[in-house]
């Protein structure tokens, strides 16, 4: 869609309006006690819970990606399971009230945030941000993907009904109608904006942090499964199916590769062949390459969230009824080998090594080639070299045994549920937590004198 002019300038005006809405919202917001905002928080989870199907029917339709059944889980998780993590923490007033270091913590604001939603987990992401922010005492301003705008748009509408009817302030969530990069980058550098909260593609959160406001952002993902000779090999093999054909494998947490050692290969490759996998042949994979990545490097829209019935059926390949996931077997790793990139869709890269030592060298290679300080999947039990893992794999979370899409959110795994999972410094992020409305507020510290200057001196 071309866009003209006037609706570049038009898209503007609506961020202004919506910018000083907000920021009037949030200053009678600050005010509410923490039962208020607890109050609101928790209308918002019941409304967009009791419209999860509604929701997820309507972002598979929009966007072509995933389905709508695993939205439906999305969406619940997002509703319920995060509401159910967030509802008991402090987030208003004193924190806390140390009379030993006579240090009192104040929770603050940030204020008003940016929230840049993706198209492949629209929903569920602003469900997410919804409740976070405001769980934080903030306002919150949705800059929508263009791809998913009628199904953010109507999860936005749901919330902010939610949200007045428990006595919100209006104003207190807005959402860009006309989505343009213009648009998006007025919000992005407003002044009045304390904060983003971006997820989505690396040209996207590059801008935000580029916009010269504070910004949490999230790039991809391109997480790496090691099968470790040790592991139940064929629970191991069902925990990375299910993760990657979840939503068709939209989720950045969602394994990328499969590295297994020389000794265990044939047992893997023919478990994941019991499972509903199917091997392509090096012309298949050569094939089916061109269409994975666009010419200037990024991944093409028309595989993501897609079956591997629709994946096929780009070049021409019949596959078994039944099949749930494509393999390729690889010995590279680089920019312009896609299956050593992000894939979010039922696409595996799988390698060989002869011991976990260059294992583990394979998949920090594929985790610096994209996806650093991100998500890495180990299936092993032998406990010494799950700890050789932990203490040099260079990313945000290591889940062990355990699918790693849903693991990475914290579903599967005790980590905080979000969705939105900070990579850390060698990622390029501020943070490396899974992000929650305590990432959302600043902390004031109150600090009594407890010595003299001649006790400093000494």
Known sequence: ????SKDVTTSIKEVSMLVAKAKNAQEIFASFSQEKIDEIVKKISLYSSKEAEKLAKLANEETGFGNWQDKVIKNKFASEVIYEYIKDIKTVGILSDESATKVIEVAVPVGLVAGLIPSTNPTSTVIYKALIALKAGNAIIFSPHPMA??????TVNIITEAAIEAGAPEGIIGCIT????EGTNELMKHRDVSLILATGGEAMV????????????????????????SADIKQAVKRIIDSKTFDNGVICASEQSVVVEQISKEEVVQEFINQGAYFLSNKESEELSHFILRDNGTMNPAI?????QAIAD????????????????????????????????????????????KAFKRCVELLMNEGKGHTFILHSNNEEIIKEFSLKIPVSRMIVNTP?????????????????????AIGGSVTSDNVGPLNLINTRRVAYGVRELEDIKG
């Open 1 to 4: 869609m071309v866009l003209l």
């Open 149 to 154: 705008l009628k199904s953010i748009i109507e």
């Open 178 to 181: 006309l989505p343009t990069i």
């Open 206 to 229: 590059k801008a935000a942090y580029s916009s010269g406001t504070p910004a949490i952002g999230v790039g991809p993902g391109n997480a790496p499964a090691f099968i470790e000779q």
């Open 304 to 308: 993501v969230g897609k079956s591997p």
């Open 314 to 357: 780009l070049i021409g390949l019949t596959i078994p009824e039944g099949i749930r996931v494509l393999i390729s077997e690889q010995t590279t790793v680089g920019k312009w080998n896609p299956y050593s990139r992000e894939k979010l869709t039922p696409i595996l890269a799988f390698y060989t090594e002869e011991t976990w030592e």
């Open 404 to 424: 790693g899409s849903l693991g990475g959110i914290g579903g599967s795994a005790n980590l905080i549920p979000s969705l939105t999972l900070g990579c850390g």
